[in-house]
Structure formats: structure tokens, C-alpha cells
């Protein structure tokens, strides 16, 4: 286990053989609840991680689906063991591009 570390003093645990491929920050809202804080992309999983509370992460093998919602905001939103969390991030297209390459790439390591 990697812990990658970022400003407010909080950490990101990585795997073995997992690594950081895209980080920025962001809002996630899942049902009523927005937090904003910092979205990780690696090349296993998703991660979350709330300036306030404990990061939640959503393995790439597990996403059932991924889209861009939103007219004026656009936001990723993905489906994930039955929960849904919509992200609003810069670059959300191109962000959206980058996880459905990962999930081929994860379906093909199976």
C-alpha cells in the first residue's frame, strides 16, 4: 500500500501496481448530498476524496455505465453497484474519454 499525499493533510492509499493518472479538483453529488474535494483517476479505480470526511473510491470493474449530463454544467455521472454520483469537474469529456478506455482495458484483463 502507496500513500499519496495532498494538501489539507489527507492521503490517498494506493494498491499495488496502482498509480495516479489524472487528479483535479471536484464536486460529486450522490442523491442530495454535494461535497466538493479532490477526484482521483487511477489505473484501477476511482477516488474521491472530500476536503471534509472520509474518500470513497469505485473500482473501474464495477462501473455500469459513464456519461456526460447537464446543458450549462457539464457533469460526469456514473453508475456504479446501484449508486449514482455525478461529478462536476473541469474537462469532464475528456475525463470521460480516459475512464472508458480504462474500463475496456480493465473488462479485458478479466
Not at 473500482?59 to 455505465?65: M, R
Not at 446501484?82 to 480504462?102: D, P, S
Amino acid at each position: 500500500m502507496i500513500s499519496y499525499f495532498h494538501f489539507f493533510f489527507k492521503f490517498v492509499e494506493l494498491n499495488k501496481n496502482e498509480f495516479i493518472l489524472w487528479e483535479r479538483s471536484a464536486n460529486v453529488k450522490i442523491k442530495f448530498i454535494k461535497q466538493a474535494g479532490r477526484l482521483y483517476i487511477t489505473n484501477k479505480r476511482i477516488i474521491f476524496s472530500p476536503y471534509i470526511g472520509k474518500n470513497f473510491d469505485i473500482y473501474l470493474k464495477d462501473i455500469e455505465n459513464v456519461e456526460i449530463v447537464g446543458r450549462l454544467f457539464k457533469r460526469l455521472k456514473i453508475t456504479a453497484r446501484g449508486k449514482e454520483y455525478a461529478f462536476l469537474t473541469k474537462g469532464a469529456k475528456n475525463l470521460l474519454l480516459l475512464i472508458k478506455n480504462l474500463m475496456k482495458r480493465a473488462n479485458n484483463e478479466k
